[in-house]
Structure formats: C-alpha cells, structure tokens
C-alpha cells in the first residue's frame, strides 16, 4: 500500500504562484510514475501532469509553459510548480501513483483545493 498526503493547496490572484507537494510513504516502489489530476466542480478529474521515475514528463495542453511537474525519489515526493495561474484552474488537485506497466492508477491523495481569484 501506498499512502499519498498533499500539501500546498490555497487561495491566489490570477498570475500568481502555488506549489503543490505530495509525499508518498509506505510501498513506494509502486510509484513508478506520479501524477497531479485537478477537478472543478461539476467537470470530470483530468490529468494535469505527470512524471516517472526516471524524469520522463508528461502536461495537459491546458497546463503546458506554466505548469512543472518535478519528482525527489530520495525523498519520495513529487512536486507540482504552478506559475500564471489562471481562474480556470481552480479546482481540488490530487495526487496520484501507480506502476509503470499499469494503465490505471492505483494510489491517491485526499485533494488540495487551490482557488484562483481574478
């Protein structure tokens, strides 16, 4: 089992900055690839990044140039760099992980809310 905990969730202007972080403990070798879905109220979860264990990214068109998805496999944490944010990205983020070989994932956090205010 792999236990994911967000952090750096909140409230920002249009064009200001967030950075979101998820720490994973327990079977970690099961996070082959992490990623960060986003949902709006009323929208499905989209992907909005993700990244494997070797550094290969991954961005939603929507997200690319401001958006870094970034990981610390020493620390077992992956990172989500939001710059330019914009009122449409307001949603609750999430964390998730899962094998390299599977297509779904099998992991995730309890959300971030990350508000955007224009």
């Known amino acids: 089992q792999v236990q994911l905990v967000e952090s750096g969730g909140g409230l920002v202007q249009a064009g200001g900055s967030l950075r979101l972080s998820c720490a994973a403990s327990?079977?970690?070798?099961?996070?082959?690839?992490m990623g960060w879905y986003r949902q709006a109220p009323g929208k499905q979860r989209d992907l909005v990044a993700s990244?494997?264990?070797?550094?290969?990214?991954n961005y939603a068109s929507s997200v690319k140039g401001r958006f870094t998805i970034s990981r610390d496999n020493a620390k077992n944490t992956v990172y989500l760099q939001m710059n330019s944010l914009k009122p449409e990205d307001t949603a609750v983020y999430y964390c998730?992980?899962?094998?390299?070989?599977?297509?779904?994932?099998?992991?995730w956090g309890q959300g971030t809310q990350v508000t955007v205010s224009s």
């Open positions: 990244i494997t264990n070797d550094g290969s990214t």
């Open positions: 998730a992980a899962r094998r390299r070989f599977l297509a779904t994932w099998s992991y």
């Open positions: 327990g079977s970690t070798f099961s996070t082959d690839v």
